[in-house]
């Protein structure tokens, strides 16, 4: 018995140093359920962008259908009910000494192998012209290297030139070709470096020369963030006015994004109505995990971007996303969606070190060192990996997860009797900050000077953001406001992004109070919607008022947008403790083993420890340190035949335990900064709730149960594990000293 009781409370006390729930695999199997969308045409575009799978398979990629088999991605698509492919093209995404940009270096030759292996599955093939070397979108339309100094009517002939050449390869290669887009987001930004009325030029060249190569080619031209109503209808009527012959209207829609579905329905009908076109979601896609699986920073990673999206991040809740947009897009007749980069997985699960090289080799990262000369977004902090991996619809292994297959079970419904709410699948953050994304007027609440004002120009969220800037001298700005917080430890972060600076600029996110003085790492500028998070935790010993905010000081002419301040309060858990405690407890009856005072001494300890458990404020650092001594006085445990030297070893758990106290107060005093930081490639703005003021959410236990009665498990309690592994060494210790005993 005496091997009995050391190994439970070794055992105990190795919980207090194990974290309390241990991740599940991505592709751990899980039963989804997929409502019906009524009306569904059998010609709807259930379509893919996956124009980086060449780069993905040259790095070692390899996809996985939902029973784990290898097999071509194309027959995995086929066989959950993918019918279309969008591949971008991009003129020239190589350096000088030939290196590949990244992000798939999606130049002809790629669009020509992904639409032959396409046509080879029965689908047909969307080839989107971006017109630049590398992205293009609505922060950057820069044209290619070699139309750099054409003016705008030379400009338009070699749009027309390569768009017919590129065009005829891809007919020649025997690809069926069904849409070509003229551009890509093409909004305010315009084509190839043309904003403004030039652009309906080049618009006019691509759409000339893809109808002279296949009359029969729909011509798309692609906008985005139909939330601004107003504004992507007046592209509308701009092609119009200026008689361009094109036949789809094609818009992005991203929930986390641009708002709500039944205005994207509303957007969509009037174009068809008013203009008399066809239309659709050219790109869309949500996220199953929050999790990380490469090493490089995803672009959608937090819980306050799943509040704005609607759907927490889960499989479940991303194939409720893409079911709703292809219900809202048949709902206004569109001709179909697409989903954007699915495909996009981690090359390794080996982190940012490993995979850099393939990412720099193969292109299968977001963008290569190569790309810094090109592109102003790309420098040598952001470049690297996927920072789409988590909204893939394959697993970090690549294995197809269970939301692929809503492609084809939107014609029928699956398992239309689980029970399912999205809003009650997690609970997501909110700030403890009223109106922090700046969406109500009213900002008496913040204070901030003349060089930083209230915007609907580039918000991370929502219609507004605020936005700072100075053209006239160096200037220092920001915003802060004060809220009273009762003693507990708190996380700050605020969502920064801008440009034009000499790299002296000096922008932090803060916390100040009685006793805190905190701030994050310095947010440095990386253009723009290449959004950077400032982000430090601190902690309260009492109730106190707090200044929250954030300093920028900058050059002249340099320029930004501050978004999204998210206060959250950190949960206290006691699971471990708990656990280590129980187990403790019910050995502690059997005394004959160790010394007296040594037994003395635990037991003192188990009583601190449960006054802990008991103590309803306690903070986290508190229940760590009480768990700290709870192993050391298991450790001093002296037995009854090294009895002539437990008066020294328990003088030394006397010193264990009183500098696990002076490590408790210390904890409770404690704060550092972290941060992390974004770099974004896709743009979007969404709505996003309003948050109450001067409260604490918390969360339902009816309504957790009822969530973790419906849907399963994203993790593994370590509780559990721990009464497995409790009762496992009992049996175990019983057996030998069974077998001792006989």
């Not at 394959?394 to 939301?403: E, H, I, M, R, V």
């Not at 507004?464 to 200037?475: L, S, V």
């Amino acid at each position: 018995m005496k091997i009995g009781l050391r190994l439970s409370l070794v055992f105990a006390a190795s919980l207090c140093l194990l974290g309390g729930v241990i991740p599940i695999k991505a592709n751990e199997n899980t039963k989804i359920r997929v409502d019906k969308v009524e009306n569904l045409s059998s010609d709807f575009i259930m379509g893919t962008d996956i124009s980086t799978v060449i780069a993905q398979e040259k790095s070692g990629v390899e996809y996985k259908d939902e029973n784990g088999n290898v097999k071509d991605i194309f027959d995995i698509l086929k066989e959950n009910g993918v019918n279309y492919i969008r591949v971008r093209v991009w003129n020239n995404p190589y350096d000088h000494n030939g290196n590949g940009y990244g992000a798939g270096n999606s130049d002809i030759e790629k669009a020509i192998e992904i639409g032959k292996r396409a046509t080879a599955h029965g689908m047909r093939l969307l080839v989107n012209f971006h017109y630049s070397d590398f992205w293009a979108d609505p922060g950057r339309q820069v044209p290619p290297k070699d139309w750099t100094n054409m003016n705008v009517s030379e400009k338009s002939e070699a749009l027309y030139q390569y768009t017919k050449t590129s065009l005829q390869k891809i007919k020649a290669a025997g690809v069926d070709v069904g849409m070509v887009q003229v551009g890509n987001e093409t909004t305010s930004s315009g084509i190839a470096g043309e904003a403004g009325e030039e652009r309906y030029q080049l618009f006019a060249a691509g759409a000339k020369a893809v109808r002279e190569v296949d009359a029969s080619i729909l011509i798309a031209f692609h906008f985005t963030n139909p939330d601004k109503t107003e504004t992507i209808l007046n592209y509308a009527k701009g092609l119009s006015d200026h008689h361009i012959d094109y036949d789809v209207f094609a818009t992005s829609y991203y929930s986390f994004w641009h708002g709500n579905l039944d205005n994207l329905t509303s957007v969509l009908k009037t174009v068809t109505e008013k203009y008399r076109k066809k239309t659709l979601v050219a790109e869309t896609s949500y996220a199953y995990t929050l999790e990380d699986g490469d090493g490089q920073q995803n672009v959608i990673r937090t819980q306050n971007q799943m509040m704005v999206g609607g759907y927490p991040a889960s499989v479940q809740g991303q194939s409720h996303a893409l079911r709703d947009v292809i219900d809202a897009a048949n709902k206004a007749s569109a001709l179909g969606i697409f989903y954007w980069e699915p495909a996009w997985t981690p090359v390794s699960s080996k982190g940012k070190e490993v995979n850099t090289p393939i990412w720099e080799k193969y292109g299968s990262g977001w963008a290569s060192s190569a790309a810094i000369e090109y592109d102003p977004n790309v420098n040598q902090e952001n470049y690297g990996g996927s920072e789409w991996d988590n909204q893939a619809l394959f697993d970090f292994t690549g294995k197809a997860l269970p939301s692929l297959a809503t492609f084809k079970y939107v014609y029928t419904g699956l398992n239309t009797n689980l029970k399912y709410d999205k809003n009650e699948e997690a609970e997501l953050q909110e700030s403890l900050l009223s109106n922090s994304s700046f969406e109500e007027e009213d900002l008496s609440d913040y204070t901030f000077n003349d060089f930083i004002k209230r915007r609907q120009d580039t918000p991370k969220t929502g219609k507004y953001a605020m936005n700072f800037y100075n053209g006239a001298n160096d200037y220092t700005t920001g915003i802060e406001r004060k809220i009273t917080l009762p003693a507990g430890t708190y996380q700050f972060s605020a969502q920064i992004q801008g440009g034009d600076t000499n790299g002296s600029e000096d922008i932090y996110a803060f916390a100040r109070a009685e006793a805190v003085n905190v701030q994050s790492e310095k947010a440095k500028l990386a253009g723009w919607s290449n959004w950077q998070t400032a982000k430090l935790n601190f902690t309260l010993t009492k109730e106190t008022e707090v200044t929250l905010g954030v300093f920028v000081k900058a050059n002249k002419g340099s320029w930004g947008t501050i978004d999204d301040l998210l206060l959250t309060r950190e949960g206290v858990d006691k699971t471990k403790l708990g656990t280590a405690l129980s187990s403790v407890k019910e050995k502690l009856a059997e005394t004959m083993h160790y010394t007296k005072d040594s037994l003395a001494n635990l037991k003192e300890q188990v009583e601190e420890a449960q006054a802990i458990l008991q103590k309803d404020d306690a903070t986290q650092a508190e229940i760590d340190a009480e768990c700290e001594a709870l192993q050391t006085a298991i450790q001093a445990l002296v037995p009854l035949e090294n009895q002539s030297s437990s008066n020294v070893q328990h003088e030394d758990t006397k010193k264990t335990k009183e500098n696990s106290n002076n490590k408790e107060q210390k904890g409770e005093n404690s704060h550092a900064g972290l941060t992390d930081s974004d770099s974004s490639n896709k743009n979007g703005k969404s709505s996003q709730t309003n948050r109450n003021k001067g409260t604490l959410p918390t969360t339902s236990d009816k309504k957790l149960a009822k969530t973790k009665e419906l849907l399963p498990s994203t993790g593994t309690s370590m509780s559990y594990l721990a009464g497995i592994g409790v009762v496992f060494l009992s049996v175990f210790v019983a057996v030998i000293s069974k077998k001792n005993n006989q």
